[in-house]
T-cell receptor, first 117, second 115 residues
Framework: AQSVAQPEDQVNVAEGNPLTVKCTYS??????LFWYVQYPNRGLQFLLKYITGDNLVKGSYGFEAEFNKSQTSFHLKKPSALVSDSALYFCAVRDRVQNNAGNMLTFGGGTRLMVKP | NAGVTQTPKFQVLKTGQSMTLQCAQDMNHEYMSWYRQDPGMGLRLIHY???????DQGEVPNGYNVSRSTTEDFPLRLLSAAPSQTSVYFC??????????????FGPGTRLTVT
């Protein structure tokens, strides 16, 4: 079985400071990893994904994430936070060996990012 | 493109009532899915489809039915609503692709309350 843990329910950051939202995963094989963002009363929006190759993945709105296989982590980062980054962030995973399951993912519980002016 | 659309946006049901949540996409995506979102639990997969005429169960399928008669539509039916089904429901779609895995596009959600 695959699972995702987001250990922080909420992360508070001052505008202009770097931010990190943590994610660890568990799969039996190699993972596909995703980050999605949810703004209030909206559906989830795709930010970035790790499929293979470079461990540092760059995505939308200046976000990036680093895949660390030894630590089974995929933390989301941004060098300088904006107030408009305040939202709910979800990490998601799928095992590469999973067949006939479409692109369906297992999601973490979500981390609320609060960026204060 | 309208993307993924869901109706209704809000719904209140009494225990035991049935209803259908509608989902449609205009991107010709092969894959579609239904998730429910509950506080602190992230999104949990209810049912999914890899193409017209093909559906399968996800993590929490009990109490829900789906069908996929066309590529565009993927309705979710609640057979006999229970308070435990109070949640926000999201429909999503994605391309099948030929390598790797493709991101999902989500609808705006349906907020369901069962009393």
């Amino acid at each position: 079985a695959q699972s995702v843990a987001q250990p922080e329910d909420q992360v508070n950051v001052a505008e202009g400071n770097p931010l990190t939202v943590k994610c660890t995963y568990s799969v039996s094989g190699n993972p596909y990893l995703f980050w999605y963002v949810q703004y209030p009363n909206r559906g989830l929006q795709f930010l970035l994904k790790y499929i293979t190759g470079d461990n540092l993945v760059k995505g939308s709105y200046g976000f990036e994430a680093e895949f660390n296989k030894s630590q089974t982590s995929f933390h989301l980062k941004k060098p300088s936070a904006l107030v408009s980054d305040s939202a709910l962030y979800f990490c998601a995973v799928r095992d590469r060996v999973q067949n006939n399951a479409g692109n369906m993912l297992t999601f973490g519980g979500g981390t609320r990012l609060m960026v204060k002016p | 493109n309208a993307g993924v659309t869901q109706t209704p946006k809000f719904q209140v049901l009494k225990t035991g009532q049935s209803m259908t949540l509608q989902c449609a996409q205009d991107m010709n995506h092969e894959y579609m899915s239904w998730y429910r979102q509950d506080p602190g639990m992230g999104l949990r997969l209810i049912h999914y489809s890899v193409g017209a005429g093909i559906t399968d169960q996800g993590e929490v399928p009990n109490g829900y039915n789906v069908s996929r008669s066309t590529t565009e539509d993927f309705p979710l039916r609640l057979l006999s609503a229970a308070p435990s089904q109070t949640s926000v429901y999201f429909c999503a779609s994605s391309y099948a692709g030929t390598s790797g895995i493709n991101e999902q596009y989500f609808g705006p959600g349906t907020r369901l309350t069962v009393t």
